[in-house]
């Protein structure tokens, strides 16, 4: 018989019975207790979530019934959930319906409320009737005028880290995992999508029903609303966008299923069946998010030549890592993102090539340098490390290039250490023994010992493990990249600081990558006749290329070069992805004519930005503090 925790999915190891047990399994087991959620899964658990819910436009809310199965401990009498912002109407016990009684906890900032539900030791299922907040911080409703085709209104969700509470009475922890259905109301000119089982057309009632058979924690739990259509790539590929914007999101993303054959052809089989993609309207926060069987993500990578598609591999990659074996907290992030950033390189480099991947290594690398000296310097230096400490605070304090490329840069040295093949046999098998399951950094130090080090003569401490995952900054055994197409740039760079014309400079098929190479290196110090030189020859000002765009115009805010004055507002106004906007504000509030600048455009923009994005510009610029002395 299997034990609670392996039924909540909250185990740090594979929940086989005895005689399934293998050799290479991990060994530790015990309950992992989220210091971000109320939940208390050792006493009950949910494992299977039953939404049903209406989706109301006008009042800006979802009203739901969340009809939860749990499994109980013996002797246990309540059922803790987490919730943000909800209106609790009532609950209920069994299918029959008895009325139940709960009770809701003192709030906190991050982590909103527990609702405390009375249980009896028959009680396999509760039912919770609410309705969402006016704030409920991971939905964005956007107007008409906020999408692409300007006529209907639009809705998505963004759950991870916390966010799903605030609009699902769940358990909000990624070391719980549940499967779940639903059937949403839309009204009918618009289609719903979940993380789930998805329908390729419209259908005339505004009734979908949706099915997640594999079980996922809350943060994978999504819901987007619109007019939409879908435009398959293959027999397991597809993408969805508004009409407008489809034929050019199915150009861009042509790749998606020799993505997907790369990434199976290195880490095992593709475990959730389908793999499409949703295309956001712009004010969605991120590059993209792992959503299960539906990655959602920004038209900023609709570049119009493919050429910021490693951001779908890093999302694909999800399903393996991440998705398929999840950091069991918060704390532990990096071996979701540190995991995914390396087999992100490595489709890329099956794609396009060993050059190709260099360039995403040594773009990371600067990343990360820069993120290091910037945590350094606002005193959170402790947040460099790998494994973090986010005791009292947000989760998504802890969601930096840290855990991406540091981590990244881990596994590319645990690789030079054994040899690609053994590193990547060791990385399969690790997907496959712990599928959908949840792993510690504790733990898959154990399991990285027992299954790839000590076969191989190796040790932890040997290898200096603990000072990389456990300590700040970079250790001196960081693997050094180089690129030899980077280097080409360099090159350039150094003709045009020598007297080279721009115009005459050889750019030819220059990437997005070494275009942003050019850029981040250009002299710290421009006059207005260089910045101007460089915008007339290559056109950095009206590139319809993001990534170009954002780098260029930190160099614009720093040398005050107005003739990219207007593309940055309009930028700013209808771009809501945190990578791009927390650089730029952070920029402009560098000086006070920039913050100026940066608090006008912000006033408009503001309502254009999901809470994920606008709670960290708040912050940026001083929001709260400049309104009040405004006023």
């Known amino acids: 018989m299997l034990s609670l925790a392996c039924i ?78 909800l209106q609790i109407e009532r609950v209920t016990l069994g299918e029959q319906e008895e009325m139940g009684t709960f009770e809701m906890g003192e709030f906190n ?3 909103g409320s527990a609702l405390k539900i009375n249980i009896k030791p028959d009680t396999k299922r509760v039912n919770v009737y609410y309705r969402t907040g006016a704030d409920a911080e991971a939905l964005q409703w956007l107007s008409p005028e906020q999408t692409a085709g ?71 739990l999504a819901l987007s609303v619109g007019d939409l259509e879908f435009a ?56 993209g998010m ?14 119009g030549d493919r050429s910021l598609t490693s951001l779908v591999a890093h999302e694909l990659a999800h399903s393996w890592s991440g998705n398929l074996v999840t950091n069991a907290t918060w704390n532990d992030f990096w071996l979701n993102e540190g995991f995914t950033v390396y087999f992100e390189r490595r489709i890329m480099e099956a794609l396009y090539g060993k050059d190709y991947a260099d360039m995403l290594a040594v773009l990371g690398r600067q990343d990360l340098e820069a993120t290091i ?123 045009w600081k020598g007297g080279t014309p721009a115009s005459q400079l050889n750019t030819k098929d220059w990437s997005s990558h070494e275009w942003l190479h050019f850029i981040r290196n250009l002299p710290q110090e421009l006059n207005q006749q260089q910045l101007a030189e460089l915008d007339a020859a290559f056109g950095f000002t009206n590139s319809g290329n993001s990534e170009i765009l954002a780098a260029w115009f930190i160099h614009a805010i720093a040398h005050e070069y107005e003739p990219a004055y207007s593309a940055l507002d309009r930028f700013l106004n209808k771009v809501g992805r945190r990578k791009f906007l ?13 913050k100026e600048l940066a608090l006008n455009i912000y006033r408009r923009a503001r309502t254009n930005y999901h809470f994920v994005s606008s709670s960290s510009i708040d912050k940026i610029i001083g929001y709260q503090e400049l309104e009040e002395k405004a006023e």
């Open 8 to 85: 909540a999915g909250v185990m740090i190891t594979s929940c086989a019975g005895p005689s399934e047990q293998t050799a290479n399994e991990p060994t530790i087991s015990k309950v992992v207790q989220d210091i971000h959620s109320y939940a208390r899964p050792d006493q009950a658990i949910v494992k299977h979530l039953n939404w049903d819910a209406q989706v109301d436009f006008g009042k800006k809310e979802i009203v739901a019934v969340a009809r939860l199965d749990i499994e109980a401990a013996s002797g246990a009498s309540e059922l803790v959930l987490d919730t943000k912002g």
């Open 109 to 111: 900032e991050h982590m």
């Open 150 to 220: 300007k006529e209907h209104p639009f809705l998505f969700t963004q759950s991870q880290a916390i966010l799903a509470r605030s609009w699902v009475p769940i358990q909000d922890s990624p070391g719980i995992r549940f499967t779940y259905e639903a059937t949403v109301q839309v009204p009918p000119a618009l289609m719903a999508l979940m993380s789930a089982e998805n329908p390729m057309q419209r259908n005339e009632s505004g009734v979908y029903k949706f099915k997640m058979d594999q079980p996922i924690p809350a943060y994978l």
């Open 232 to 287: 398959p790539i293959s027999t397991r590929t597809g993408v969805y966008a508004e009409p407008s914007m489809i034929k050019e999101s199915a150009y861009e993303f042509a790749e998606l299923d020799k993505m997907l054959v790369a990434a199976e052809e290195l880490y095992g089989p593709y475990r959730w069946e389908r793999y499409d993609l949703i295309v956001l309207p712009p004010s969605f926060p991120f590059g």
């Open 290 to 303: 792992e959503n299960p069987r539906l990655t959602f993500a920004t038209p900023t990578i609709l570049a």
């Open 373 to 495: 000296a910037q945590l350094k310097e606002e005193n959170r230096a402790a947040d460099t490390k790998l494994y973090l400490d986010l005791e009292g605070r947000s989760p998504d304090d802890g969601m930096t290039d840290i855990a991406y490329e540091k981590g990244y840069y881990l596994l590319r040295y645990l690789e030079d250490q054994v040899g690609r093949e053994k590193w990547d046999a060791f990385l399969r098998e690790y997907f496959s023994a712990n599928a959908f399951e949840t792993m510690t950094t504790e733990a898959f130090l154990s399991y990285l010992s027992e299954n790839l080090l000590e076969p191989n003569n190796l040790n932890a401490e040997q290898l200096g493990l603990k000072q990389w995952i456990y300590e700040e900054g970079l250790p001196a055994s960081v693997p050094a990249v180089t690129s030899e197409r980077f280097q080409q740039v360099e090159q350039a760079l150094q003709q």
């Open 582 to 594: 927390a650089p730029i504000y952070r920029k402009l509030a560098e000086t006070e004519k920039g």
